[in-house]
């Protein structure tokens, strides 16, 4: 089955600007003259967007990681530098040009951006769907124009539209390696305060009409309230804590009101600060075992502490833990440990330290697939059976 197609009269016909009224027009380009080699280095090309795309062509196709284009709008406004005013058809095919002929610049993992507004946003966003794939929209950024700016170029309106956009289309796959946004402040007080609230309906509500699979209640009003269970702002900061005996706490502090009595929550963690040196925490969690290439036997890292949700205001800690290329450090639950035979033997952890030091140098796959072995054939899965392993590599 074919993918959707925009059709309209005119599409796939060459656009010129009119001499006379300034205004987009179908029409036939003439031959394009020979081009001269471009140079090396920064170009600036004055002239129509089509013209100096096509330019480039033939020096520059494939080479290009960024095009971005800000075309008139089609408000229909007048008082600026250009015309933005064009017969719909004749606006959408001006575009398909430069989109193709920017597609054809673009290296893979190029980026094309186009700034436009409501007008013809709809419709420009479905022919770069189709032109570049919907899979190779980016993002749709949305911008605030500054208030004394609303107006200006946008053509009258009833409601001002105080909002334009950046639609980000990508030639075949953003890079793996690509940087990716990341959080690196703790949201403020004044933006947490703003979540964790409910509309709550009056209890008086009554039952009038069903219409359908539609039930209408008549009701006095709605209530604004705390989002339960906890405190939505606690929870919310467990996404930016800054350091492990930071989130041990904050993570103590949201379980503690949500959990059952007799509940509670082992935890163990390894982090990295970034430039090679690593820590650990645990709450009442089985150690960290670690494997040193060399060494008599697996080294288990431990910290004694209470598991979370048990009491509200315990002190957690960290420790650092060294670590040299090729060691391996393994975390498991005691799901692992606590399998027993049919003598009743637990295989306990001592055996679970034997296997990590016989098969520490195999690839972790083949460690990973002896520590199971050995628990299943052990005995019958009684808990939680979860396993990870960390290799530091050169």
């Known amino acids: ?170 030639k075949g796959a953003v890079a793996p390696d690509w940087p990716r946004p990341q959080r690196r402040t703790p949201l403020s007080e004044k933006t947490l305060a703003t979540y964790g609230r409910a509309l709550v309906p009056s209890p008086g509500s009554r039952l009038v009409a069903e219409e359908g699979g539609a039930k209408i209640y008549a009701h006095e009003g709605y209530s604004l309230a705390r989002a339960q269970p906890g405190d939505f702002a606690t929870r919310m900061r467990l996404t930016t804590p800054t350091t492990l005996t930071d989130l041990l706490t904050r993570l103590n502090r949201v379980l503690i009101p949500l959990k059952k009595p007799n509940m509670f929550v082992t935890f163990a963690a390894l982090a990295s600060d970034g430039e090679g040196a690593l820590r650990f925490s645990l709450a009442g969690h089985l150690p960290i075992l670690r494997y040193r290439r060399g060494a008599a036997e697996v080294e288990e890292v431990h910290v004694q502490q209470v598991p979370l949700g048990v009491l509200e205001d315990y002190t957690f800690t960290e420790a650092p833990v060294g670590s040299q290329p090729g060691d391996v450090f393994a975390i498991l639950t005691d799901g692992l440990t606590e399998v027993f035979n049919s003598r009743d033997e637990e295989l306990g952890l001592d055996a679970i330290k034997r296997l990590v030091h016989v098969h520490g140098e195999a690839p972790l796959s083949v460690l990973r697939d002896h520590l199971l072995a050995a628990a299943h054939a052990h005995g019958a899965r009684l808990d939680d059976q979860t396993l990870l392993l960390v290799r530091h590599l050169s």
């Open 1 to 170: 089955m074919s993918e959707p197609r925009l059709v309209w009269t005119g599409r796939g016909g060459a656009v010129l600007r009119d001499p006379a009224t300034g205004r987009w027009r179908f029409g036939t380009r003439p031959p394009a003259p020979a081009r001269p080699s471009l140079p090396d280095g920064n170009l600036a090309i004055h002239g129509e967007a089509h013209d100096a795309l096509a330019a480039l062509l033939p020096t520059h196709r494939g080479r290009v990681r960024l095009c971005t284009i800000d075309p008139p709008f089609n408000t229909g406004g007048e008082g600026l530098a250009y015309v933005d005013s064009a017969a719909h058809g004749v606006w959408l095919a001006a575009l398909e040009e430069r989109a193709v002929l920017a597609r054809e610049l673009l290296c893979d993992g190029g980026f094309f951006v186009v700034h436009i507004n409501v007008v013809e946003q709809a419709y420009l966003k479905v022919l770069l769907d189709e032109l570049y794939g919907r899979d190779a929209l980016v993002a749709q950024i949305a911008w605030q124009r500054a208030p004394d700016r609303t107006v200006l170029g946008q053509g009258s309106a009833l409601v001002a539209d105080h909002v334009e956009y950046l639609l980000v289309y990508v």
